[in-house]
């Protein structure tokens, strides 16, 4: 591990959280972090879950990269060998997934749930016409493929429970959207995949 590694890892932060908020802030005047003024709810719960995952699992590739011990250790050595071009491959294209399907989203694009402020309309065109969920596809593929870089107890115990997590927090969400939209996601959820292939 390098500290090439850490900061592709860190790209996914920046790009995918902070600049996200950052551009739709800029273009459309408004925050799409509904997540802080959200009661509380299952989602907002999961996304917690989510969040604390994600920072474990930063802590453990930092750790594994400037931490010689934490390295050598059960917890922190890798168990299997992933063909680096494999491993980037995967990590860079879930990278540009997750960045294009939020500029996909537009104004609908929010970060958390909060029924005074949900989208207006579906979005069922671009990426969403053939996976309901590509932004968390992205983000979870980018993940998947950088613990693939030094694939240790540590960092695929915390991909696999932020999987985990993000999947409950599509199902809160499609809870959200079908109170919101009713027959209209209904046919949409017919039409398009939770994930594209599944």
């Known amino acids: 591990m390098t500290s090439l590694h850490v900061a592709v890892a860190s790209l996914h932060v920046v790009l995918g959280h902070a600049g996200s908020s950052l551009l739709y802030r800029a273009r459309y005047r408004r925050s799409p972090l509904v997540v802080y003024r959200a009661q509380a709810s299952p989602h907002r719960s999961w996304s917690r879950l989510a969040g604390a995952l994600a920072l474990g699992w930063g802590a453990a590739l930092v750790a594994t990269t400037y931490w010689a011990w934490f390295a050598a250790t059960w917890l922190g050595r890798a168990r299997v060998d992933v063909a680096p071009a494999l491993a980037w ?17 537009g104004d609908a694009f929010r970060i958390g749930q909060d029924q005074r402020d949900g989208p207006l309309a579906l979005r069922e065109r671009g990426l969403h016409a053939v996976c309901r ?37 599509v199902r809160a969400e499609e809870r959200f959207l079908r ?15 939770r994930y594209g292939v599944v």
């Open 89 to 105: 491959t995967l990590a860079l294209a879930g990278l540009a997934l997750m960045v294009v399907a939020q500029a996909d989203m």
């Open 179 to 193: 109170a919101r939209f009713g027959a209209a996601f209904d046919a949409y959820c017919a039409r398009v995949r």
């Open 133 to 169: 969920n590509p932004i968390y596809v992205g983000s979870w593929l980018a993940l998947a493929g950088m613990t693939g870089w030094h694939p240790s107890v540590a960092l695929v115990g915390a991909c696999l429970g932020v999987g985990v997590a993000m999947h409950q927090l």
